[in-house]
C-alpha cells in the first residue's frame, strides 16, 4: 500500500491501518470523506463503528472488538469508554468520549496517510491569482514550463499557466478570464498569433492590478492557494496612528508627560518645556539634554512602532534609570498634541545632526502606512547632544492653570532626585527635573517652579538608610537651631538599635520637616499650600512613583493617627513633612506589586520599611521640639498652650513620655536632656501665660454679655419698628403738600430700611450662633448677603466695592453663619477706618476662590495700611491702630478695643484655617487672606447647588 494516498475506501488495509485510519477518523479529520450515513458525533461523544463504515474502510469480523480493547488498553488516557448517548436509536455501544491529546496523535497520524484534499476556489479567486502568477512569471522572464521564453517580451497561454500552478479550474473559467482581461486592458494579445494559437502579453495596467492585489491579499508567496494552503500577513491603515494618538492618550498633560519621560529615559538631567503663542499660532518646543539618537536609533526606535527595547533594555545607558515612558507611546503623544512635528536630534560622537519633519494630517484612511514618506536630513548639529521637539499648530489651548497642573503630574512621577548617588561617584545620577516656560510675542515667563523651591524653608532635614545588610541608620539636621545629628544607629526593636532588620535591604529617605509659625511668614501661605496639597511621605521604586503612598487622603505610614493620639508630642502629621522613600529593587526580590497595580504587596520587606520610615520621623523630630522650647516666647506659649493648666499639662505628659522612652530607648535620652533643660523657663512662662489668659477670659465674658444685650436689644427693637413704620406712613400723608417735607419724608423711609436691613441681619446671626448649626457654606452667598447689609453704609461713605469670584461651588467647611459675619463686619469696619485715616477716595475689593482644597477670601483696601513694625501684632488681643481721627460717631465706627482681628483669627483657626497679611494688588495698601478647608462633598447639602 502506498502512503499517503486521497482516499482508503475499500482499499485492502492491515490491522495496524486500520486501527490509525479509525483513530484519526474518530478526530473529525476525514469528515470530508465519510457517507451521509448514521452520525458518529453525538453530545460529545464518538461511536467508532459508525466511524469506520462511513469511511468505508474494510475490516475482519473481529477487528471492532479488537480496537475497543485497544482502545481501553492502548490509549486509555485519551479515550473512556461510556454508555450510548440518551437520544441514540442503535444498540451495540461502540461510544467514547475523547480525552485531550486525542486529537494531537490524530493529527500526527493523518500526515503519515492522508494526502490533503486540493482547495476549491471560487472563480474570483481562480481569477486573482491567475492575473498575479501571470505577472510575476512575466517579471521574472519565466516561461509557462518553468524555463526561460523564447520571446521578448514574452508571451503566455493562458490554459498553460493555470496547469503550471495546478490551479484548480471549472469548465469555461479560462475563456472567462482571458475575455475580462483584455476588456480591463490587463493583457493584450500577441501580434500575428493564429486562432490556434492564442499567447498573451502583459501590459503596464495588469502589472499595476496585481500590485494592487499584492497590497490587499497577500505577498506573493502567500497567493500560491492552489494547494489549499498559504500565508496572509497584516498590514496598517495610515489612519491608525491619528487613532492612536487620540485613544491612547486623552489628555494633553498625559501626552506632555510621556514626551518627557523620554528624556528622563535618554539620561537628559534637564526638560525644558517652552509653550509659545505668536499670533494666532501657537506651538510647544520641549528639549531635552540626553544622550539623543543617531539614524540606527532613530529608525529602529521612534521609527518603528511596538519595539522591545524597554523589554530589552529597561535601564538607561548612561545613569542606570528604570525607563519611565510606556512602549511605543511617545510618537503618538507628539500626534495628540499638534498637527505637525519637527524632531532635531545629535548624538555626542557625531559631527552632524538629523532633523526629522512628519505631517499627521497625511496619515489618513484607506492609506498603507509604509507608503506615507517622513521627510528626514543632515543639519549642521544644532547642539552638542540631546532631542528637539517642536510641535506646531497646537490642538488644544494651554491655560496657566493646566502648565502647572502637568509641571505637578511630571514632578509627582519621577524622583526628583537620586538618593542613592553620591558626589564621589563620576557617573552618579545628578537627578532629572523639568522647568516650564510661556513665551508670549517673544516675552518670557517661568509658570512652575521646582519642589527644592519649598525644600530650603524646611525646618530641618531627616534621613534614613538602610544598606545592603539590613544595618539601619538615621540622621537630622537644622541650619536653623544648629543640631547635625548623623549615622545613629536603629534597629527593628528598641531593645537593640544596632541590630539588623530581617528583609529590609538598600532603602534611602528624606524628609523635610515643616511646622507653620516657624516658617518665614512672606512664604509661609505657600508652604502651607503645598503642604495641605502635597504633604507626606512619597514611595519612590527604581526611580518611579508607587501610588497611592504619599497621596493627600492616604495616610500609610500612620503619622496622622499618631499625631492625633499625641503618644509624640511634637507635630508629625503628613502635613508636617515633604519626602520621599527610594527603593531599589530593579528584579522584584524585596517588593511585589498588587495584580491590580495599585501599591506593593504587604510582605515582610514592606511591613518592616513601614516601621522604619516611621520610627526615624517620630524619632527625629524630638531634638526639634527641645530646641523650639528654648526659643518659645510668651506670646508663642500663650497660643500654643490656651490655659496654664494645659501648658503645665503638656510638660508633664511629655516629660512622661520621654522618661518612659529614655529607660526602653537610649535613643531618647539626648532628647530628654534637652526638655529637662527647657522645663524651668516653661514653668515661669506659665504664670506670665496665666495672667493674660485671665485677661483675656474676662474680655471674653464682657464680650459674652454684649451678645447677649445685642440679641434683647434686636428683639425689642423689632417689636418698636412697626409702629414707628406706622407713625412714619402717617407723617408722609399728612406732609404730602409740601415738596420739600416729602422729600425728607421718603429719605426717612430709605433710613428706616437700612435700619431694617441691619436689623434682620444681627437678628438672624444672633439666632443662628444660638442654635449652633453648622453647614457648608458657598462663599459667593456670604458675601452677596453680607454686601447687601452694607451696602447703605457704603453709599454713605462713597466707597467703591468690587467683588470677584474665581470658580463655582465654592463651599467651605460646615461653619457658623454668625462665624462669617463676624470675620466679614470685622474686616470692613477696619478697612473703613483705615480709608478715612488715609483721606481717600476709598476702595474696598473682595476676591474669591479655591487653591489646593482651601477656599480662600483676599479683602483689600486703599486705606493707610499697616506699618511693617505692627504687622506681627495685629492679631494680638488688645492690639489696635484705630485712633480717634479714624473713628466717626456719625457713622457708627468707634475707637477699637483690639479684639476684632483676635477674633477673626480665632474664628478661622477652630475651622483649620489660617489668615495671613499678604502683598495686595496694584491700587491697594492693604490685603487680608482668609483661608478655610473646602467642603467635601459629603459635607456639601443635596440642595445646596
Same mark, same amino acid.
Given at each position: 500500500?502506498?502512503?499517503?494516498?486521497?482516499?482508503?475506501?475499500?482499499?485492502?488495509?492491515?490491522?495496524?491501518?486500520?486501527?490509525?485510519?479509525?483513530?484519526?477518523? /474518530?478526530?473529525?479529520?476525514? =469528515?470530508?470523506?465519510?457517507?451521509?450515513?448514521?452520525?458518529?458525533?453525538?453530545?460529545?461523544?464518538?461511536?467508532?463503528?459508525?466511524?469506520?463504515?462511513?469511511?468505508?474502510?474494510?475490516?475482519?469480523?473481529?477487528?471492532?472488538?479488537?480496537?475497543?480493547?485497544?482502545?481501553?488498553?492502548?490509549?486509555?488516557?485519551?479515550?473512556?469508554?461510556?454508555?450510548?448517548?440518551?437520544?441514540?436509536?442503535?444498540?451495540?455501544?461502540?461510544?467514547?468520549?475523547?480525552?485531550?491529546?486525542?486529537?494531537?496523535?490524530?493529527?500526527?497520524?493523518?500526515?503519515?496517510?492522508?494526502?490533503?484534499?486540493?482547495?476549491?476556489?471560487?472563480?474570483?479567486?481562480?481569477?486573482?491569482?491567475?492575473?498575479?502568477?501571470?505577472?510575476?512569471?512575466?517579471?521574472?522572464?519565466?516561461?509557462?514550463?518553468?524555463?526561460? #521564453?523564447?520571446?521578448?517580451?514574452?508571451?503566455?497561454?493562458?490554459?498553460?499557466?493555470? @496547469?503550471?500552478?495546478?490551479?484548480?479550474?471549472?469548465? +469555461?473559467?479560462?475563456?472567462?478570464?482571458?475575455?475580462?482581461?483584455?476588456?480591463?486592458?490587463?493583457?493584450?494579445?500577441?501580434?500575428?498569433?493564429?486562432?490556434?494559437?492564442?499567447?498573451?502579453?502583459?501590459?503596464?495596467?495588469?502589472?499595476?492590478?496585481?500590485?494592487?492585489?499584492?497590497?490587499?491579499?497577500?505577498?506573493?508567496?502567500?497567493?500560491?492557494?492552489?494547494?489549499?494552503?498559504?500565508?496572509?500577513?497584516?498590514?496598517?491603515?495610515?489612519?491608525?496612528?491619528?487613532?492612536?494618538?487620540?485613544?491612547?492618550?486623552?489628555?494633553?498633560?498625559?501626552?506632555?508627560?510621556?514626551?518627557?519621560?523620554?528624556?528622563?529615559?535618554?539620561?537628559? !538631567?534637564?526638560?525644558?518645556?517652552?509653550?509659545?503663542?505668536?499670533? +494666532?499660532?501657537?506651538?510647544? =518646543?520641549?528639549?531635552?539634554?540626553?544622550?539623543? /539618537?543617531?539614524?540606527?536609533?532613530?529608525?529602529? +526606535?521612534?521609527?518603528?512602532?511596538?519595539?522591545?527595547?524597554?523589554?530589552?533594555?529597561?535601564?538607561?545607558?548612561?545613569?542606570?534609570?528604570?525607563?519611565?515612558?510606556?512602549?511605543?507611546?511617545?510618537?503618538?503623544?507628539?500626534?495628540?498634541?499638534?498637527?505637525?512635528?519637527?524632531?532635531?536630534?545629535?548624538?555626542?560622537?557625531?559631527?552632524?545632526?538629523?532633523?526629522?519633519?512628519?505631517?499627521?494630517?497625511?496619515?489618513?484612511?484607506?492609506?498603507?502606512?509604509?507608503?506615507?514618506?517622513?521627510?528626514?536630513?543632515?543639519?549642521?548639529?544644532?547642539?552638542?547632544?540631546?532631542?528637539?521637539?517642536?510641535?506646531?499648530?497646537?490642538?488644544?489651548?494651554?491655560?496657566?492653570?493646566?502648565? $502647572?497642573?502637568?509641571?505637578?503630574? *511630571?514632578?509627582?512621577? &519621577?524622583?526628583?532626585?537620586?538618593?542613592?548617588?553620591?558626589?564621589?561617584? $563620576?557617573?552618579? =545620577? #545628578?537627578?532629572?527635573?523639568?522647568?516650564?516656560?510661556?513665551?508670549?510675542?517673544?516675552?518670557?515667563?517661568?509658570?512652575?517652579?521646582?519642589?527644592?523651591?519649598?525644600?530650603?524653608?524646611?525646618?530641618? @532635614?531627616?534621613?534614613?538608610?538602610?544598606?545592603?545588610?539590613?544595618?539601619?541608620?538615621?540622621?537630622?539636621?537644622?541650619?536653623?537651631?544648629? *543640631?547635625?545629628?548623623?549615622?545613629? #544607629?536603629?534597629?527593628?526593636?528598641?531593645? %537593640?538599635?544596632?541590630?539588623?532588620?530581617?528583609?529590609?535591604?538598600?532603602?534611602?529617605?528624606?524628609?523635610?520637616?515643616? &511646622?507653620?509659625?516657624?516658617?518665614?511668614?512672606?512664604?509661609?501661605?505657600?508652604?502651607?499650600?503645598?503642604?495641605?496639597?502635597?504633604?507626606?511621605?512619597?514611595?519612590?521604586?527604581? +526611580?518611579?512613583?508607587?501610588?497611592?503612598?504619599?497621596?493627600?487622603?492616604?495616610?500609610?505610614?500612620?503619622?496622622?493617627?499618631?499625631?492625633?493620639?499625641?503618644?509624640?508630642?511634637?507635630?508629625?502629621?503628613?502635613?508636617?513633612?515633604?519626602?520621599?522613600?527610594?527603593?531599589?529593587?530593579?528584579?522584584?526580590?524585596?517588593?511585589?506589586?498588587?495584580?491590580?497595580? $495599585?501599591?506593593?504587596?504587604?510582605?515582610?520587606?514592606? &511591613?518592616?520599611?513601614?516601621?522604619?520610615?516611621?520610627?526615624?520621623?517620630? !524619632?527625629?523630630?524630638?531634638?526639634?521640639?527641645?530646641?523650639?522650647?528654648?526659643?518659645?516666647?510668651?506670646?508663642?506659649?500663650?497660643?500654643?498652650?490656651?490655659?496654664?493648666?494645659?501648658?503645665?499639662?503638656?510638660?508633664?505628659?511629655?516629660?512622661?513620655?520621654?522618661?518612659?522612652?529614655?529607660?526602653?530607648?537610649?535613643?531618647?535620652?539626648?532628647?530628654?536632656?534637652?526638655?529637662?533643660?527647657?522645663?524651668?523657663?516653661?514653668?515661669?512662662?506659665?504664670? %506670665?501665660?496665666?495672667?493674660?489668659?485671665?485677661? @483675656?477670659?474676662?474680655?471674653?465674658?464682657?464680650?459674652?454679655?454684649?451678645?447677649?444685650? &445685642?440679641?434683647?436689644?434686636?428683639?425689642?427693637?423689632?417689636?418698636?419698628?412697626?409702629?414707628?413704620?406706622?407713625?412714619?406712613?402717617?407723617?408722609?400723608?399728612?406732609?404730602?403738600?409740601?415738596?420739600?417735607?416729602? $422729600?425728607?419724608?421718603?429719605?426717612?423711609?430709605?433710613?428706616?430700611?437700612?435700619?431694617?436691613?441691619?436689623?434682620?441681619?444681627?437678628?438672624?446671626?444672633?439666632?443662628?450662633?444660638?442654635?449652633?448649626?453648622?453647614?457648608?457654606? @458657598?462663599?459667593?452667598?456670604?458675601?452677596?448677603?453680607?454686601?447687601?447689609?452694607?451696602? #447703605?453704609?457704603?453709599?454713605?461713605?462713597?466707597?467703591? /466695592?468690587?467683588?470677584?469670584?474665581?470658580?463655582?461651588?465654592?463651599?467651605?467647611?460646615?461653619?457658623?453663619?454668625?462665624?462669617?459675619?463676624?470675620?466679614?463686619?470685622?474686616?470692613?469696619?477696619?478697612?473703613?477706618?483705615?480709608?478715612?485715616?488715609?483721606?481717600?477716595?476709598?476702595?474696598?475689593?473682595?476676591?474669591?476662590?479655591?487653591? %489646593?482644597?482651601?477656599?480662600?477670601?483676599?479683602?483689600?483696601?486703599?486705606?493707610?495700611?499697616?506699618?511693617?513694625?505692627?504687622?506681627?501684632?495685629?492679631?494680638?488681643?488688645?492690639? !489696635? !491702630?484705630?485712633?480717634?481721627?479714624?473713628?466717626?460717631?456719625?457713622?457708627?465706627?468707634?475707637?477699637? /478695643?483690639?479684639?476684632?482681628?483676635?477674633?477673626?483669627?480665632?474664628?478661622?483657626?477652630?475651622?483649620?484655617?489660617?489668615?495671613?497679611?499678604?502683598?495686595?494688588?496694584?491700587?491697594?495698601?492693604?490685603?487680608?487672606?482668609?483661608?478655610?478647608?473646602?467642603?467635601?462633598?459629603?459635607?456639601?447639602?443635596?440642595?445646596?447647588?
Amino acid at each position: 500500500m502506498n502512503l499517503p494516498q486521497p482516499d482508503f475506501r475499500g482499499v485492502s488495509l492491515d490491522w495496524k491501518a486500520f486501527r490509525d485510519l479509525a483513530i484519526i477518523g /474518530m478526530a473529525g479529520l476525514t =469528515d470530508y470523506l465519510m457517507d451521509d450515513t448514521d452520525h458518529p458525533f453525538i453530545d460529545g461523544m464518538v461511536n467508532y463503528k459508525r466511524v469506520v463504515d462511513a469511511l468505508g474502510l474494510t475490516y475482519a469480523p473481529d477487528w471492532i472488538d479488537d480496537l475497543r480493547q485497544d482502545l481501553e488498553n492502548f490509549v486509555e488516557s485519551i479515550a473512556s469508554h461510556d454508555s450510548a448517548p440518551v437520544d441514540d436509536q442503535l444498540t451495540g455501544g461502540h461510544w467514547v468520549y475523547l480525552n485531550s491529546g486525542f486529537s494531537e496523535i490524530a493529527s500526527l497520524l493523518y500526515k503519515s496517510y492522508y494526502v490533503p484534499p486540493a482547495a476549491r476556489l471560487s472563480y474570483d479567486e481562480f481569477r486573482d491569482i491567475l492575473i498575479f502568477e501571470l505577472v510575476g512569471m512575466a517579471q521574472d522572464g519565466v516561461g509557462e514550463n518553468g524555463g526561460n #521564453p523564447d520571446s521578448s517580451p514574452p508571451t503566455y497561454d493562458l490554459k498553460l499557466v493555470s @496547469e503550471h500552478f495546478a490551479l484548480p479550474t471549472e469548465p +469555461g473559467w479560462i475563456e472567462r478570464a482571458s475575455t475580462e482581461f483584455l476588456h480591463a486592458g490587463f493583457i493584450a494579445r500577441e501580434s500575428g498569433q493564429t486562432a490556434d494559437r492564442e499567447r498573451y502579453v502583459v501590459t503596464r495596467e495588469g502589472y499595476e492590478h496585481a500590485q494592487t492585489l499584492s497590497e490587499r491579499l497577500s505577498e506573493a508567496d502567500g497567493l500560491l492557494l492552489s494547494g489549499g494552503r498559504g500565508s496572509v500577513y497584516f498590514s496598517v491603515d495610515a489612519s491608525h496612528i491619528s487613532r492612536l494618538g487620540l485613544e491612547l492618550v486623552a489628555k494633553q498633560e498625559t501626552a506632555v508627560a510621556e514626551l518627557v519621560k523620554n528624556g528622563y529615559d535618554a539620561d537628559a !538631567t534637564n526638560v525644558e518645556l517652552i509653550f509659545r503663542e505668536q499670533g +494666532g499660532s501657537t506651538s510647544l =518646543d520641549i528639549f531635552d539634554n540626553g544622550s539623543g /539618537m543617531d539614524m540606527a536609533q532613530l529608525s529602529a +526606535g521612534f521609527m518603528r512602532l511596538s519595539t522591545p527595547n524597554k523589554v530589552a533594555a529597561p535601564l538607561s545607558a548612561k545613569y542606570n534609570r528604570q525607563k519611565a515612558g510606556r512602549k511605543g507611546i511617545g510618537r503618538f503623544a507628539a500626534q495628540r498634541l499638534g498637527r505637525r512635528l519637527v524632531l532635531e536630534t545629535a548624538t555626542a560622537g557625531t559631527r552632524f545632526g538629523l532633523r526629522l519633519e512628519i505631517e499627521w494630517e497625511h496619515f489618513t484612511a484607506e492609506r498603507d502606512l509604509v507608503s506615507v514618506p517622513i521627510a528626514i536630513t543632515r543639519i549642521e548639529k544644532p547642539f552638542a547632544h540631546g532631542t528637539m521637539l517642536r510641535i506646531f499648530d497646537l490642538r488644544d489651548s494651554w491655560s496657566t492653570a493646566q502648565i $502647572e497642573r502637568s509641571h505637578r503630574h *511630571i514632578a509627582e512621577l &519621577i524622583q526628583p532626585f537620586p538618593l542613592a548617588s553620591t558626589s564621589s561617584e $563620576e557617573d552618579g =545620577d #545628578p537627578g532629572f527635573l523639568a522647568s516650564f516656560v510661556r513665551e508670549r510675542n517673544g516675552a518670557a515667563e517661568v509658570l512652575a517652579d521646582a519642589w527644592t523651591a519649598f525644600f530650603q524653608h524646611a525646618l530641618a @532635614e531627616i534621613e534614613g538608610n538602610v544598606d545592603g545588610e539590613g544595618r539601619a541608620s538615621w540622621a537630622v539636621t537644622s541650619g536653623r537651631f544648629n *543640631i547635625a545629628q548623623g549615622a545613629i #544607629p536603629i534597629g527593628p526593636t528598641k531593645e %537593640d538599635p544596632s541590630a539588623c532588620f530581617s528583609h529590609l535591604r538598600d532603602v534611602k529617605f528624606k524628609a523635610y520637616y515643616y &511646622i507653620d509659625k516657624e516658617t518665614q511668614r512672606s512664604f509661609r501661605s505657600k508652604v502651607a499650600e503645598k503642604l495641605q496639597s502635597n504633604g507626606g511621605i512619597r514611595l519612590y521604586r527604581n +526611580g518611579f512613583r508607587v501610588l497611592p503612598y504619599g497621596e493627600r487622603f492616604d495616610d500609610w505610614l500612620k503619622l496622622n493617627a499618631s499625631n492625633l493620639l499625641r503618644k509624640v508630642l511634637p507635630p508629625h502629621s503628613n502635613r508636617n513633612f515633604l519626602g520621599f522613600v527610594e527603593i531599589s529593587d530593579v528584579d522584584g526580590t524585596q517588593f511585589e506589586e498588587t495584580s491590580s497595580r $495599585e501599591g506593593l504587596v504587604e510582605n515582610e520587606s514592606f &511591613i518592616e520599611l513601614k516601621e522604619f520610615v516611621s520610627s526615624v520621623l517620630k !524619632t527625629a523630630i524630638l531634638p526639634i521640639a527641645a530646641a523650639r522650647d528654648r526659643r518659645l516666647t510668651t506670646t508663642d506659649t500663650r497660643q500654643k498652650q490656651r490655659s496654664p493648666k494645659g501648658q503645665a499639662d503638656d510638660i508633664l505628659a511629655r516629660l512622661a513620655t520621654l522618661e518612659k522612652n529614655a529607660r526602653d530607648n537610649p535613643q531618647y535620652a539626648i532628647a530628654l536632656s534637652q526638655v529637662v533643660d527647657s522645663v524651668r523657663q516653661s514653668v515661669v512662662e506659665i504664670g %506670665d501665660t496665666g495672667e493674660a489668659l485671665l485677661e @483675656e477670659l474676662g474680655m471674653v465674658r464682657v464680650l459674652s454679655s454684649l451678645g447677649l444685650a &445685642i440679641g434683647e436689644f434686636t428683639h425689642e427693637i423689632r417689636l418698636a419698628l412697626e409702629a414707628v413704620k406706622a407713625s412714619v406712613s402717617l407723617l408722609a400723608v399728612s406732609v404730602s403738600d409740601s415738596e420739600n417735607s416729602s $422729600e425728607k419724608a421718603e429719605q426717612l423711609f430709605d433710613q428706616l430700611a437700612d435700619f431694617e436691613g441691619y436689623l434682620t441681619y444681627f437678628d438672624a446671626t444672633v439666632r443662628d450662633n444660638v442654635s449652633r448649626e453648622v453647614s457648608a457654606l @458657598e462663599i459667593r452667598d456670604v458675601v452677596n448677603s453680607f454686601l447687601g447689609v452694607v451696602s #447703605p453704609k457704603i453709599k454713605r461713605n462713597e466707597l467703591s /466695592m468690587d467683588k470677584s469670584f474665581d470658580g463655582y461651588g465654592l463651599f467651605t467647611r460646615p461653619m457658623h453663619k454668625s462665624e462669617w459675619a463676624s470675620i466679614l463686619i470685622n474686616l470692613f469696619t477696619n478697612s473703613l477706618k483705615a480709608i478715612r485715616r488715609a483721606g481717600v477716595q476709598g476702595k474696598i475689593m473682595i476676591e474669591c476662590g479655591r487653591a %489646593d482644597g482651601m477656599i480662600y477670601l483676599d479683602f483689600m483696601d486703599n486705606g493707610d495700611g499697616i506699618p511693617a513694625a505692627n504687622s506681627k501684632r495685629i492679631f494680638d488681643a488688645f492690639f !489696635t !491702630t484705630t485712633s480717634l481721627s479714624g473713628a466717626s460717631d456719625e457713622d457708627g465706627t468707634f475707637a477699637g /478695643m483690639g479684639m476684632g482681628l483676635k477674633i477673626v483669627r480665632d474664628i478661622v483657626e477652630t475651622a483649620e484655617g489660617q489668615i495671613v497679611l499678604q502683598d495686595p494688588k496694584s491700587g491697594f495698601s492693604t490685603c487680608l487672606r482668609v483661608l478655610v478647608p473646602e467642603a467635601s462633598d459629603e459635607e456639601i447639602p443635596s440642595n445646596a447647588y
